[in-house]
């Protein structure tokens, strides 16, 4: 270890050992793919060249696994009978081209959106029948 320098160990998720041991002020890319989806922890453990000891600890979520969109049921609802389920899966692809195949869940137009167009459709329709009154 070089006298001028901190040195600073990863672990990933309380291992015993570190992914990485390294000199600072260095770039390191963490490679998400060998993690499993989920939630993890990045430890980082710092020696500086006057002996004293630093720790950071960071969350963080991996989602390199295909991304699933539910339409029609939603976390801790509180629900009863048939339900009508809208499920899809896409992957990022390899992120070097754009995968459209699939990457777009089609969605159920809101309630809201209905309300919208039958308000407007009953004030077309009151508009017409007095427009034609007064002709």
């Known amino acids: 270890m ?11 998720d309380d ?7 390294l000199e600072t002020p260095i770039v390191f890319d963490l490679d998400t793919k060998k993690l499993t ?14 002996g004293k000891e630093g720790i950071r600890k960071i969350s963080f979520t991996v989602a390199n696994g295909p991304a699933i969109r539910v339409e029609g049921l939603k976390n801790k609802d509180v629900v009863d009978g048939t339900l009508s389920l ?9 992120q070097k081209s754009f995968l459209i195949n699939g990457s777009e869940t089609p969605q159920t137009i809101p309630f809201w959106i209905w309300i919208i167009i039958i308000l407007f459709s009953g004030w077309a329709l009151y508009y017409e029948i007095t427009s034609a009154n007064m002709q």
């Open 86 to 94: 809208m499920i899809n899966a896409y992957d990022k692809g390899n």
């Open 15 to 21: 291992g015993p050992a570190p992914i990485a041991e």
């Open 2 to 12: 070089t006298k001028d320098k901190s040195k600073v160990f990863l672990f990933i």
């Open 37 to 50: 989806d989920g939630e993890h922890i990045l430890k980082i453990v710092s020696h500086s060249p006057s």
